[in-house]
Structure formats: C-alpha cells, structure tokens
C-alpha cells in the first residue's frame, strides 16, 4: 500500500509538473501528422520534420501511424474525420482520397495559403492537376509518387534475343518462348493481382486504358465503354488459357507478385515501384542484376497506360493551426523534399525535373526508366465514393478472373453499380 | 414490472426502484439508445462520402433494399449458412461431447483440445483455413493430391459453390467445439446410476443413448442451439478473412454487407436499414426458440 501511495504522489507531482509547464509549451505550435503506414516510411518523414523544426524554431511537430494498406487508412480516417477530431492537423492519404475527404469537408482548400490551383500545381506531374485539385480548389500537395510498373527479367528477354514487347500479344508470344525454352513447369509469363485488392483495379484499366478509353471525364462522370472493358478482361483470360498466367489468379495479392518475382518464377510481372527495391536489394532475391523496367505493353492499336499512386499531404478542416499546417505542407511538397525522399528511400518524385536530377539519378539510376512510365500515367476514377467504386471495380474484376463471372456480366455489373455514383 | 408488485412495503418498494434504476439506466444507454438511433437513421440518407447532406427520405432506404438483389443474395446466404452449420456443428460437437466424456486417464489434454478451437479468435480460424484451402500452397490440395488424384488442383476459393462449402467447413470446425463444451458440461450432470440400471435391464449402447443421453441432455441442447443460431446469424469474420465475400458476392453475409455499406461506402443510412433488417431477422429467430423454450417443460 506504501509504495501504491508512493507511485500516486509521483504521479500527482508529475501531473502538476507537466500543468505548470504547459503553458510554457503552448507558445509553440505543435502539429500532429498521420504519416500513413510503413510502407510510406515514417522514419523518412521523420527526418523531413526534424529539418522543418530545425528551420522553425517554435514549431514541434508529432507523428502518428496507422494503418498497413490504403484501404484500412481510409477506414480509419473516415472515422477519425467523421468525428471531426481536430487532434492530427495533417494527414497524409493516398492520391485516390482527396476528392473524397475534400468532397465530405473534411479537408481546409490550401488555395489562400499556398496559391491558385493552376499555378500551385503547374511544376508538379501532370496527374496531380487532377487528383489534388477538387471543385478548382486545391485539396492536397503531392508527396511522393508512384506507379504500376512492368518488371520484366533482363536476362531471360536477352537469352532469347526478345525485345521489349509493345503489345499485351507480343508478351505473351514472348512469354510463350521463354517459357517453352526454359521447360520449368513454374515459370509464369506475367503475374498481375487478381485478388479482390486496391490493386485489381488497376488489373481492370490497365489493358482498359491501354485502348485509348477513359473510365471517367473530367467532371467524374462515369464514360465505360462495355466494349473496350469487355476487351481488357477478355486479354487476361486468354492469357490465363495460353498458360501465360497462372490459372489462379485470382488468389494473387500484392506481396505474392513481389516474391514469386524475387524467387526467379516469373518473368513479367505488374507492381508498385516499392518492388524494384525488393528485387534487387533483398538477400533472399535470386534475380538481383536481372531486372528490367518497361513501360507497360497497349492493345494493339491502343497506347500504353499505367496506374499512377503515391501519396498526398492534406490539412484538415477541423485544424486548430491550419495556417502553420498549411506552411508545413508547402515544406513536404518542396523539390528538395522530394529530392531527398527519392535519394533516402526511393520513393518517386512529384516532379519531372527530380526524376534527371545528377543526385537522384546516381543514387537510384532506375528512376531514368521510371520517368516516362510515371508521366504516361493516369489515375484512378476520382471520385467522392471512391470505397464504392474501388470496392465494385475490384471485386468484379477478381469475379471475373476467378471465371464465376463473364467479362459482359462483370463490367455490366459495373455499369449498373456505380452509374448511380459516378454521374 | 410484476416483481415490484409483489413486494408490500412501499418503503422496500422506492428501495427496489432505487437500486434497479442503475441498470436500466445502463441497459437504455447501451441497449435501448443505439437501436433506436438505428431505426433513425435507416430514414435518412446520411451518405457521409461528402456533399450528399443529411436528409429525411421516409421508407425510400427500405424500398430500396426490397429491390437490392445484393440484400436478398447476403440474406439467403445468412440463413442458409445459419440452417447448414448450426446442425453440423450440433452432431460434430455432440460426437466430441461423447468422446470427451469417455472415461480417459487424463481428462485434461482431451478438454484441453476441446477448448483451443474455441478460444482461437474467429480471425484467426478464416485465415488459417484460407491457407488450408489455397490452390498452390494449401494443406487441403496437397492432401487430395497426395491422395492421387491427378489433374489440375481445384481452386476451393474461386468457384462460387467450393467458397460457400470451405467457409461452412470451417465455421463448423470452429464452432463445434463451443457446443461441445456446452454438451460436456450437460452430460457430466446424467447421474451414472442411469446407465448402470439400463445395464443391468440389458439395454444396448445405442438404446442408453437414445433413452437416457438425448433427453437428459435436451436442456443443452436447446440452449447450445439458441446461442448458435443467434452468432451463426450475425456470421462475419470467417468469410471475411477467408473470402472477403468473394467470388464477387458468392460468400457475403448480411453483416458483410453492412459492414461494407457502412464502413467502406460511408453510407450510414442505408446500412442503418440493413441493420434493421437483420435485427428483425434474428427477433424473429430469437422469438421462435424463446416460445419453444417456454412450452418445454
């Protein structure tokens, strides 16, 4: 009882500590910051706010994580800013988010603090006018980028004097000939995700896009061409049946592709720019030295397209110090602080220029071949309910490749669930 | 409140509403309050997605769901994995209950096994079976072809009637066991004496079982059942993390689909009418077994 008595006089005295202190605290501005999950390198961000403090005396500013993948961030923003919970003044979210916390009100327009949308987003990739301007107001600053690259074996495609396929049918002969060559029963042709994951719904645009379509205009407004998507959905299965990939597909997730990759049993595969790193760095990769990265193969006739990613820094609505939140993302959208995030943790630059700069390039000379894969890129629907129209594009799209729906069903049944949404 | 009649003194009266007044206070915050906020919202369309406000709509949410073929699919699903588990897992468990109750040396590591799959979280079970039943890496797959049978491995998770049958089998594996314990417990109470004189009178195993075992143990069952039905109702976290209620909507439950609503579509007001629906479904349920439960004697 003695020590219980102890530990609460401790206790109290600290508490009272802390109270008198306070005050001394509160002339400086604190700013609470959710940095995304692991995957968006916290400790990188880290180093970027401890470079704002130094700069900023009188400025602290508290990092918050959560969350390992897009889909459970989101969930658990949806709810903190429901809760108009004005703890985190600043939020980082994935490039598909902004038109819709900014639709809900949830994000402060950073137009007066930083500048018009036009001009505020002039230096930046092209994809980002779009995805962090909502309503002409600007909703979120670029971050770091990302993209769905094609990943293909270097050596397998020089082995067999094959050049870099133009075409979704040119991989797959390709596929074809090294996988006849090579007699290993488990060597796929090119892994994508079917599984009912974020990234199956690039699975779904990419050889969609690839034909010169749009899923949506400008405004949001849903523009499905049936035939086109019929089209796309049709190349994979053909695919599927030629043995070019797997027939279960529709089991495959992200981190599948990665190792199946990395275990030398693949020769194309579709991922995210984080996996460049995995194949050539990590020590259980037997493919290190043999990797090639392409832009992604069109239809024929068509132009090739990718999935553009990364991530966003967005003040919120319900901030307590939203002019000092606003100064402190202008800071994370700087080119120096892409430049550093490129040259510390290879996350891809927001801007063209970062992407040729002499320091970038030396330390991660792939981003050379990155550039005009990212530039070429297009997002996803922009949408306000995008957890809908994310949640219909990929469940389908599994459906379909899991051969429990057609093509014509599949994508009729995307037309009929999200024309209420997307008009 | 027919108890407060029958005490006499008005003094003890106050006495009994003053200490039962916290309870219901506590009952109506936790109980009452959100079911009836529930039945609110399911009459507006309260999309928080942003721009769509909050607005009165009347019965057009429940319209809606009369004509979701989605909400009629997750709903057939509930009942049907409700009327195919709750059987499966009550033979199942009562086979364990029996084999339990043999009189084994040391009692404890056969209870002990009887307690693991119960304990597990259900998470957990939906994920360790999606990997039992995964085409290329999968327990259930190596076995059968190990078994010889040749061809290509069957994809249990991607055909649509394989999904439904693998999340039933592990809800059964799962579940089991709680009616099993529920059922131990039951037959630990049948008096040995029983037995011993059905014995003597030279009844068969078989006849002892029907004769003594299933009446005397009729208590736990019903009551084993009614728990079982009532979670088997609100089924979520297995095809969740076994299917995600795939293929396309092949293994989705009403809870699924609220869930999904709510959570991921932001569309608190529709899911709010879902929830309604389910809550009717499982008074219904509920009132059905309560009114049995009231005639057994």
């Known amino acids: 009882m003695q020590r219980f008595r102890l530990a609460f006089a401790a206790l109290a005295c600290a508490a009272l500590a802390i109270a008198a202190v306070a005050p001394v605290a509160n002339a400086a501005t604190t700013l609470r910051v959710f940095s995304g999950g692991a995957n968006q390198r916290p400790d990188l961000m880290r180093k970027l706010f401890d470079q704002y403090e130094a700069a900023h005396p009188g400025i602290k500013i508290d990092i918050e994580t959560g969350g390992a993948t897009s889909e459970l961030q989101r969930q658990y923003l949806s709810t903190v800013l429901n809760a108009k919970d004005s703890a985190i003044d600043i939020y980082m979210i994935d490039i598909v988010n902004p038109a819709q916390y900014f639709g809900a009100g949830w994000l402060e327009p950073l137009d007066a603090y930083i500048g018009k949308a036009d001009a505020v987003m002039k230096p930046y990739l092209p994809v980002y006018l779009q995805a962090d301007v909502v309503d002409g107001k600007v909703a979120a600053m670029p971050g770091f980028a990302d993209a769905m690259f094609m990943y293909y074996r270097k050596d397998l495609l020089e082995r067999y004097h094959i050049a870099e396929p133009k075409t979704w049918d040119e991989l797959a002969a390709a596929s074809k000939t090294i996988q006849a060559g090579e007699k290993n029963p488990n060597l796929q042709g090119l892994s994508i995700q079917g599984a009912p994951i974020e990234g199956a719904v690039c699975t779904f645009l990419l050889p969609y896009w690839s034909q010169g379509r749009e899923f949506n205009d400008a405004s949001g407004k849903m523009t499905l061409d049936k035939t086109a998507a019929v089209k796309g959905l049709d190349k994979w299965l053909a695919m599927v049946d030629q043995g070019v990939i797997k027939r279960n597909v529709a089991e495959v997730k992200t981190p599948d592709t990665v190792n199946e990759f990395k275990a030398g049993q693949v020769i194309f595969a579709i991922n995210w720019g984080f996996a460049w790193d995995r194949f050539q760095a990590d020590k259980d990769s037997t493919v290190q030295g043999k990797v090639g990265v392409m832009p992604l193969p069109a239809m024929a006739g068509g132009k090739s397209a990718t999935c553009v990613g990364g991530w966003q820094w967005a003040v919120s609505a319900f901030s307590k110090n939203k002019a000092e939140a606003a100064k402190l993302v202008q800071f994370l959208a700087t080119p120096a602080s892409s430049k550093f995030l490129a040259i510390e943790g290879s996350l891809l630059p927001t801007y063209q220029g970062v992407y040729v700069d002499p320091d970038v390039v030396k330390a991660v000379p792939w981003f050379k071949d990155a550039a005009n894969v990212v530039i070429a890129g297009k997002n996803r629907p922009m949408s306000r309910d995008y957890g809908q129209v994310s949640d219909v594009i990929r469940t389908t799209t599994s459906a379909v490749l899991a051969r429990s729906r057609t093509p014509e069903e599949g994508v009729a049944e995307i037309q009929s669930k999200l024309a209420r949404v997307m008009r | ?297």
């Open chain 2, 1 to 297: 409140m027919a108890i407060l009649d029958r005490v006499r003194d008005p003094g003890e009266r106050t006495l009994a509403v003053v200490l039962l007044a916290p309870a219901f206070a506590l009952l109506a915050l936790i109980v009452v309050y959100p079911i009836g906020r529930i039945i609110y919202q399911s009459f507006f369309d309260a999309r928080l997605s942003g721009g769509h406000g909050h607005r009165f709509v009347g019965l057009d949410n429940y319209r809606i769901a009369f004509h979701d073929t989605e909400f009629w699919t997750a709903t057939w699903h509930t009942v049907a994995i409700t009327l195919i588990t709750v059987p499966a897992a009550l033979v199942v468990g009562l086979g364990l209950a029996l084999l339990a109750n043999l009189p084994f040396r040391r009692r404890w590591p056969v209870r002990l096994a009887l307690l693991l799959p119960w304990a597990m979280p259900l998470a957990f079970a939906g994920l360790i079976f999606a990997w039992f039943f995964h085409t290329e890496y999968g327990i259930v797959n190596d076995v059968v072809r190990r078994l010889g049978a040749g061809g290509e491995p069957t994809m249990w998770l991607l055909r649509p009637g394989w999904a439904f049958a693998a999340v039933c089998v592990t809800i059964v594996w799962k579940t089991s066991s709680f009616m099993a314990l529920i059922l131990l417990a039951g037959l630990t109470m049948i008096p040995r004496s029983l037995y011993e004189a059905a014995e003597v009178d030279g009844a068969s195993h078989f006849q002892q079982f029907r004769e003594i075992t299933l009446p005397m143990l009729m208590p736990s069952i019903v009551v084993a059942l009614i728990f079982r039905t009532i979670t088997a109702l609100q089924t979520f976290d297995i095809p969740y993390t076994m299917t995600r209620g795939g293929p396309a909507d092949a293994t989705e439950t009403l809870a699924m689909l609220i869930h999904k609503t709510t959570i991921d579509y932001l569309d608190v007001g529709y899911g709010s009418t879902l929830a309604v629906a389910m809550f009717v479904l499982s008074l219904a349920v509920t009132t059905v077994y309560l009114r049995r439960l009231a005639r057994t004697p």
